[in-house]
């Protein structure tokens, strides 16, 4: 490990990814803080981050981060962020905003460097087997290698994408990563926010895809477990109908503006798919019209775990 853990009083080399939209919210976070490892509170509106991240104080004298993506930042979550231990932005063009630590999650060698240049006090290589929001195509190991031989003697490289257990985490800090970044498998957890069924068919899940279907307000690359709407729709090209990802590219300036929830009128049928993930309480029907982020690493576990007793697993503690 670098001196960034050790600066954060972070005691295990396991940090929870940042997942938005509620399905990380303070439960989460403060659970993996207070095993060792440092818990993020997903991205959200300003008012809910904030009182996610004033419940995590409440809980837990241990660092806390927040997830910021820069698309959708706005100077209520840029407020939010300065009371955090550490903000972790994703998605953008790489610029510091707060005074505490700050880590930029990369997709290429490229943007690492330029956070880097901006001041990034770390940077976190996401690999191609990542869920969720898929930033590069390049797989995790090969990433960290190009990005570690670019960077100075002792910088932090964190690492993301296909980490399901110690012995994957073990792998990474041996390849020279400062920490190992685990989103699935933490989404599998009792105090992750995520709908039971959207949690069940991940178990359940035998394949992944990575696709451009959920992307009304933010086109990109979202890595899924497949749903009535993927089979649907993807039947040509896991990317989506070249029509509809056309769409999803016109309509994304002002939908990515627009604060009502878009999923409760979306329907398998219906190719109008924001990238927001279902969470507990909502209905049944959208576990197929929403999507159910999952990375590779989800073919290799099959339980829900608590959370702090899955970090001291992870580290081998």
Not at 125 to 135: L, M, P, S
Not at 204 to 216: N, P
Request: proline share 6%.
């Amino acid at each position: 490990m670098t001196e960034l853990p050790e600066r954060l009083g972070v005691e295990l080399p396991v940090f929870q990814a940042g997942m938005g939209g509620g399905l990380s919210g303070h439960e989460l976070a403060v659970a993996v803080s207070e095993a060792g490892g440092l818990g993020t509170i997903g991205f959200t509106a300003p008012d809910l981050l904030g009182r996610e991240l004033a419940a995590a104080r409440g809980r837990t004298d241990r660092s806390v981060a927040v997830n910021l993506l820069l698309p959708f930042a706005r100077g209520g979550h840029w407020e939010v962020a300065k009371e955090a231990d550490v903000t972790v932005t994703f998605w953008g063009a790489p610029q510091r905003h707060t005074e505490r630590v700050w880590i930029h999650q990369c997709g290429s060698l490229e943007e690492a460097v330029a956070a880097h240049e901006a001041g990034a006090d770390a940077v976190i290589a996401q690999g191609v087997e990542a869920g969720g929001h898929v930033r590069g195509t390049t797989p995790a190991l090969e990433l960290l290698r190009r990005v570690r031989s670019a960077m100075p003697d002792g910088y932090p490289v964190l690492l993301a994408g296909g980490m399901a257990d110690a012995g994957d985490v073990a792998l990474a800090l041996e390849a020279g990563a400062a920490a190992s970044v685990l989103g699935t498998r933490f989404l599998l957890t009792k105090e992750s926010a995520a709908h039971p069924g959207y949690k069940q068919r991940v178990l359940d899940a035998r394949e992944t895809v990575l696709t451009e279907l959920f992307g009304v307000g933010w086109p990109g690359q979202h890595r899924v477990v497949p749903t009535a709407a993927t089979e649907r729709w993807l039947r040509k090209d896991d990317r989506g109908p070249g029509w509809v990802r056309a769409l999803n590219r016109l309509t994304a300036p002002v939908a990515s503006r627009v604060r009502t929830d878009l999923t409760k009128w979306q329907r398998p049928e219906l190719p109008f798919f924001s990238p927001i993930g279902v969470l507990e309480g909502a209905p049944e029907r959208l576990l197929d019209a929403t999507p159910l982020y999952a990375g590779e690493s989800a073919l290799r576990i099959r339980e829900l775990r608590p959370a702090g007793e899955l970090v001291r697993e992870l580290a081998g503690a």
